[in-house]
T-cell receptor, first 114, second 108 residues
Framework: NAGVTQTPKFQVLKTGQSMTLQCAQD?????MYWYRQDPGMGLRLIYY???????DKGEVPNGYNVSRLNKREFSLRLESAAPSQTSVYFC?????????????FGQGTRLTVV | QKEVEQDPGPLSVPEGAIVSLNCTYS??????FMWYRQYSRKGPELLMY????GNKEDGRFTAQVDKSSKYISLFIRDSQPSDSATYLC????????FGAGTILRVKS
């Protein structure tokens, strides 16, 4: 009963380093999302993928890239990390299909850029 | 202008109080309205959802939507210390957009 699995759970990067956050879901959901959460800012959408093979920008896409590798996996890449990208990152998935569908979230990745 | 506005609080109430949490939104095309609850160091979890104007009850929780005012509310009756969490409103159009979240603390 894994749901949405994110790796890693914690990461410290130096400015300019790159890394990829991994996300996988086992619920056969069509839609997947990457959010960042900062104090007082709520969840801000970085990128989303409505279905396998499609990705779209959200509210704060600058400095990030994504890949929808297959229906299960949706990765987020930071090419050149900056201190402003210090945040908690959440991946989520939803069934979609035109009806209300609950979004299921991973446990989050706490990223610190120094 | 943000698509969803929510006062981040924090809000501190005594046990047993009635809590009112609110959000406003800007896009009248939004169809579905949800409330998520997030405990510390956890991912958010769906608490309630509705897709029409009016009230929806689930135990101590009532979700209210006023589409004419673009205003959504969550009421918690007989609040408990276990209700202490961050409450995020979320609105669905072609993507899922969240408010800033309100930090609620219920004191015993």
């Amino acid at each position: 009963n894994a749901g949405v699995t994110q790796t890693p759970k914690f990461q410290v990067l130096k400015t300019g380093q790159s890394m990829t956050l991994q996300c996988a879901q086992d619920m056969n959901h069509n839609s997947m999302y990457w959010y960042r959460q900062d104090p007082g800012m709520g969840l801000r959408l970085i990128y989303y993928s409505a279905s396998e093979g499609t990705t779209d920008k959200g509210e704060v896409p600058n400095g990030y890239n994504v890949s929808r590798l297959n229906k299960r996996e949706f990765s987020l890449r930071l090419e050149s990390a900056a201190p402003s990208q210090t945040s908690v990152y959440f991946c989520a998935s939803r069934g979609g299909g035109g009806r209300i569908a609950e979004a299921f979230f991973g446990q989050g990745t706490r990223l610190t850029v120094v | 202008q943000k698509e969803v506005e929510q006062d981040p609080g924090p809000l501190s109430v005594p046990e047993g109080a009635i809590v009112s949490l609110n959000c406003t939104y800007s896009n009248s095309a939004f169809q579905y309205f949800m409330w998520y609850r997030q405990y510390s160091r956890k991912g958010p979890e769906l608490l309630m959802y509705t897709y029409s104007s009016g009230n929806k009850e689930d135990g101590r929780f009532t979700a209210q939507v006023d589409k004419s005012s673009k205003y959504i509310s969550l009421f918690i009756r007989d609040s408990q210390p276990s209700d202490s969490a961050t409450y995020l409103c979320a609105i669905e159009g072609n993507k899922l957009v969240f408010g800033a979240g309100t930090i609620l603390r219920v004191k015993s």
